[in-house]
């Protein structure tokens, strides 16, 4: 499974991306997390449902100090990325 999300609100400046990455490796997730420049978080899951459904929900509440007010989730089809990275 893969889905591409991008997530809106105060997203940036909050360890979203490091949080993020580190619960993808807790659970098996590949792919990648970046700030984009219109303020916005941009992210790739890809692995088993279950792992990427738990990423894509912690996407929708954010680490400690986000405020996030929206997320657009996307299906994609998967790429077969190994690690998890920060761009």
Do not use: C, I, K
Request: glycine share 12%.
């Amino acid at each position: 499974m893969r889905q591409r999300v991008v997530v809106r609100g105060q997203v940036q400046g909050v360890f979203f991306r490091e949080t993020t990455r580190r619960l993808a490796e807790q659970h098996g997730v590949s792919g990648w997390v970046r700030n984009r420049p219109d303020g916005t978080v941009e992210a790739v899951f890809e692995g088993p449902d279950e792992a990427v459904s738990t990423l894509v929900e912690f996407a929708r509440r954010g680490p400690r100090g986000a405020d996030v007010e929206g997320v657009d989730a996307y299906d994609e089809e998967a790429e077969g990325l190994s690690g998890f990275r920060v761009t």
